[in-house]
């Protein structure tokens, strides 16, 4: 009778630790991104480049979450400009990195099958490798090396998404917060970013 008593007991605190655990879910994501390398000099413009991205989150919780994530993505853009005749810059940037970003999401419908949530949260990206192509005649400016762009910045990102089922589909923009340039010439580039990804729970 005593065992009987002491598995009952054993059983019982064991479904409270477990309703009191949070929601967990991991997965794979994918994604599609167009970004722009903006810029506070007047001479400058920059056009949209367009890449893949690809990586994996934790989600932890349910109506109030943290979801951190660990993505592969392509960032840069193309400098363009014109500050002597006959001499257009025209510089392409691009950027391959790791970015990790840390969000809180709110579901502000939560159903059965699918769910509306709101996301957004600091992001810290780190490059990997930098590539500089050069098609202007004058020169290497303002860009001369890759080692003009810092390894290391930071950025914003918000948005919103759908969960259906075990999938979840997100539509985010990133907005870049420090400046990434570290060359000779007094001018901040800034990485700016938009998302649409497809994840998967696995769990």
């Known amino acids: 009778m005593k065992k009987i008593i002491i598995t009952i007991i054993v059983l019982g605190l064991n479904g409270i630790v477990v309703a009191q655990m ?4 991991i997965g ?3 994604g599609f991104n167009t970004t722009k390398l903006s810029t506070d000099a007047d001479a ?3 056009k949209v480049k ?5 990586g994996a989150f934790v989600r932890i919780g349910d109506k109030i979450y943290i979801q951190p994530e660990v993505n592969y993505v392509i960032k840069g853009g193309v400098i363009k400009g014109d500050t002597l005749p006959g001499y257009p810059i025209s ?3 691009t950027l391959k990195t790791l970015t990790v970003p840390l969000l809180i999401g ?3 419908i939560n159903l059965k099958a699918a769910s509306i949530h709101l996301v957004g949260g600091p992001v810290a990206t780190f490059a990997l490798n930098k590539k500089l192509s050069i098609a202007n005649p004058g020169g290497s400016w303002p860009v001369s090396s890759t080692s003009d762009f810092k390894t290391a ?3 914003l990102q918000a948005g919103a998404g759908v969960d259906v089922l075990m999938f979840t589909f997100d539509i985010r923009y990133e907005a870049g917060l420090s400046n990434m340039y570290n060359g000779a010439q007094d001018i901040s580039f800034k990485n700016n970013l938009f998302n649409v990804s497809l994840g998967i729970k696995l769990f």
Do not use: A, C, L
């Open 22 to 25: 949070p929601k967990f879910s």
């Open 91 to 93: 510089q392409e940037v």
């Open 106 to 108: 709110v579901k502000i």
């Open 153 to 155: 910045s930071w950025s």
């Open 50 to 54: 367009s890449n893949f991205q690809f």
């Open 28 to 30: 794979p994501k994918i």
């Open 44 to 46: 400058i413009t920059s």
